[in-house]
T-cell receptor
């Protein structure tokens, strides 16, 4: 049983550096999501893909953030010129249609980013 | 603006008793609701969901109740077990819209 996987699990970087995270969704899921979670808060939506198409982006996703899903399988999230405020847990999720007609999202373990 | 609210940051329950976690929402357009459990250093794990056409959904020890008029949902865990100790998040979405809006979470501690 392969769930959603994320790499790396932890990343420490210096302010101003670029970082890239990878997410591999559950293989039969065509929807993929990125969320960010900070201490004491719930996950906040960043963006999502249906197959290769990026269908929605949050206003939280500044110009320094870019996400891709080039072949409709894995996805990457890049943060350019990192700032200390980017320190957070970055969560990836994937989904397929649920039994009640909605879409349960299944999350990976997350990538914890620390910007020093 | 916090559209999904979990007003109890923590809850302690004796093992074997019922745990009741509450969630309120302000956006009346939300029509699909989910509960997730999160252990430290792991991603959220899906527990149970409910659409607005229902007022109750059960899955084993977990039952979710939805009161649309009060914009309130609750998660009941019966009987509570030590492995249920975790942070629980409720989330809401618009049916067919993929974005989940999460509450801030409730830390549940089951006392042996």
């Amino acid at each position: 049983d392969t769930g959603v996987s994320q790499d790396p699990r932890h990343k420490i970087t210096k302010r101003g550096q670029n970082v890239t995270f990878r997410c591999d969704p559950i293989s039969e899921h065509n929807r993929l999501y990125w969320y960010r979670q900070t201490l004491g808060q719930g996950p906040e939506f960043l963006t999502y893909f249906q197959n290769e198409a990026q269908l929605e982006k949050s206003r939280l996703l500044s110009d320094r953030f870019s996400a891709e899903r080039p072949k409709g399988s894995f996805s990457t999230l890049e943060i350019q010129r990192t700032e200390q405020g980017d320190s957070a847990m970055y969560l990836c999720a994937s989904s397929a249609a649920g039994t009640s007609g909605g879409y349960e999202q299944y999350f990976g373990p997350g990538t914890r980013l620390t910007v020093t | 603006d916090q559209q999904v609210k979990q007003n109890s940051p923590s809850l302690s329950v004796q093992e074997g008793r019922i745990s009741i976690l509450n969630c309120d929402y302000t956006n009346s357009m939300f029509d699909y609701f989910l509960w997730y459990k999160k252990y430290p250093a792991e991603g959220p794990t899906f527990l149970i969901s409910i659409s607005s056409i229902k007022d109750k959904n059960e899955d084993g020890r977990f039952t979710v109740f939805l009161n649309k008029s009060a914009k309130h949902l609750s998660l009941h865990i019966v009987p509570s077990q030590p492995g249920d100790s975790a942070v629980y998040f409720c989330a809401a979405s618009l049916f067919g819209n993929e974005k989940l809006t999460f509450g801030t979470g409730t830390r549940l501690t089951i006392i042996p």
